[in-house]
């Protein structure tokens, strides 16, 4: 554990993953099966969140679809389904906590939650603020989140001290290096209400009364797995595709380790097990990485290893951090299931681009 700590402390701390050298893929890139794609994650502070629907394929290219936004475009995400949740964007070190005895967000001020924004913090590895993000598997509904599911009492439904994580990092960053986040963006009161089949939001900054404090109805569009909100842009945004049509998506994301607490999880791939997409990992001899993975069909699925629960099964699993630098892992591949039921066979060739710089991965990917 102190040695998994140690490279977490000095590659993924607070804010910034880091590598001393960032090596090239230690399996030699020769020809394989499947479609080269290069996710537009653009670059060493990784800003863009990628949605790729790895069967809409561009009859040009043969290129799947890619849809992308600046992971700091959104705030809050409103699910569709049945439920009434809402769930943080960790993209960007969000955090959340409920303000004790508040059901009247006038009342609420600054100095109500000075020691309350001391714990509500993420990447300082402290496993009790833990709490504060939602659930790190992503499996929701069900699975518990910062801000509670939305009561149908409205006088039930509290006040919470929102943590606006941070903006994107704009200096410079040295090659094979990533750094996930730069200035504060601030806090905000929220207060989060049924309207109807949807949800009704009330928000403002923290000393904010009156017509300082804005409200704004959001509903419900089963099409899709959530309505994305911007806070600090007064708005509805467009982010991702609609539910059963994107299978996985590059992001940075909050992670944790058991008892020890979060941190940032640079180059992470999510898989969407809210729109049925179910993923494993094949563990091979790094030697034969491209013969094993050539030679991976259909009936070399194993059906009872997906996993519907859990979308970090890819995460940042397909690369190694240390003290020698970011490098792909050479011995492992993964299988996915999207939610139409095809099978594809998916491995990861790199890591950086020519220049030697993070936020340019490269996989490649055949149908089964």
Known sequence: MKKILFYLLIGTSFIAQSCINANEDPVPVIPSEGVSVDPFVNGS??????????????????????????????????????????????????????????????????????????????ADFNPNNVKYIDDVKGNFPSGSTAIEEINAD?????????????????????????????????WMKVQIV????????????????????????????????????????????????????????????????????SYINADFVATNTMGNVGAYEVKVASSAMVDTFNKFKKESVDDSKLVYNDHRVIGGNWRELGPDGSKIKGDVFYVIKDASGAYYKLRFVKITNDKGERGHPTFMYKAL
């Open 45 to 122: 502070a990784q800003p863009n969140q990628v949605w790729i629907d790895l069967s809409d394929i561009n009859a040009q290219n043969g290129q799947p679809k890619q849809t992308f936004n600046n992971r700091v475009s959104w705030d809050l995400a409103f699910y569709s389904g049945n439920e009434f949740k809402v769930v943080l964007n960790t993209s960007i070190m969000m955090a959340s906590a409920k303000i004790p005895n508040s059901t009247d967000i006038e009342k609420v001020k600054e100095s109500d939650v000075k020691n309350l924004k001391d714990e509500v913090q993420v």
């Open 154 to 186: 409205a006088s039930a439904n509290a006040v919470y001290l929102v943590n606006l994580g941070r903006e994107l990092y704009t200096g410079t960053i040295a090659p094979g290096s990533t750094i996930t986040g730069g200035d504060e963006r601030g």
């Open 194 to 261: 049924r309207q109807g089949d949807g949800y009704k939001v009330k928000y403002g900054q923290l000393n904010a009364t009156g017509k300082e404090i804005k409200e704004v109805e959001v509903k419900k569009n089963k099409a899709y797995n959530y309505t994305f909100f911007s806070l600090k842009n007064n708005q509805e945004v467009a982010i991702q595709p609609e539910k059963n049509k994107w299978d996985i998506c590059f992001t940075v994301f909050t992670n944790i380790i058991p008892s020890v607490g």
